[in-house]
């Protein structure tokens, strides 16, 4: 895969809580400027990212109930609304963890229901954050039914705020558990192309990171290399 084909699985992510402006700015014209698939940044952020992005080829995703997911579906339902509104084409859903260990799933498969539909009725879509490496394998498979069930486009790893990065591991235990038409985007600590190219041979089909221009240039200079 040469470095062109490569920078079309990165969300280039920054989600610091002292991210400011004119790091967004540069952000967008980085994304620009290597061909990335998105930007994913604060939801305070999409209303000028969409302006910095128009008619250019990457999206803008945004990051709903970030970090911890355990606000109330309300709350993340108009924080999806107004995200959509001000120009974001994706959503990044964070579980609410807090339910799940309790044993509500009631609660995690309506939200998440709820959620998606509202989104694709706009034509956005959503990445469901579920901190893959903090759950049990029988947790794991619960909640792939449920995104199965609920017709989600991506399962992402995690936020990379809690538990244990992305790991290949991960990745092709979600990729067993999902069907095919439901994508996985691994997020969570990767910094090298190294790491990058072993999540997608697991079988992911994005990859959230800060780290998307160093890895690019990794891989630009490897493919110099004889």
């Known amino acids: 895969m040469n470095p062109q084909e490569l920078a079309r699985f990165f969300d280039h992510t920054l989600l610091k809580p002292e991210l400011t402006s004119r790091q967004v700015e540069a952000l967008c014209a980085e994304a620009i400027q290597h061909g990335f698939a998105a930007v994913c940044i604060p939801s305070c952020y999409v209303r000028s990212a969409s302006v910095l992005l128009r008619g250019t ?27 959509m509104e001000e120009g974001a084409g994706e959503l990044d859903v964070v ?11 009631e609660l ?5 229901q709820q ?32 995104a199965a069930d609920a017709g989600v486009d991506f399962v992402k790893t995690a936020t990379g705020f809690i538990g244990p990065g992305a790991t290949a591991k991960q990745v092709r235990t979600l990729r067993s558990f999902l069907p095919p038409q439901i994508a996985v985007k691994a997020s969570g600590g ?3 192309l190294t790491q990058a190219q072993e999540l997608l041979a697991a079988g992911a089909s994005r990859l959230g990171t800060s780290s998307a221009v160093a890895i690019l240039q990794e891989a630009q200079t490897a493919a110099t290399q004889p």
């Open 115 to 146: 959620l998606t539909q509202q989104a694709h009725s706009r034509k956005c879509m959503i990445k469901w954050i579920i901190e893959s490496g903090m759950l049990t394998p029988e947790e794991l498979r619960s909640c792939c039914r449920i």
């Open 57 to 83: 080829s990457v999206s803008v995703a945004t990051v709903i109930g970030f970090p911890f997911g355990y606000g109330s579906t309300k709350g993340k339902r108009a924080e999806a609304e107004t995200a």
């Open 95 to 105: 579980i609410n963890l807090s339910a799940l260990r309790s044993g509500n799933w």
């Open 108 to 112: 995690v498969e309506s939200e998440l």
């Open 190 to 192: 990767i910094r090298t």
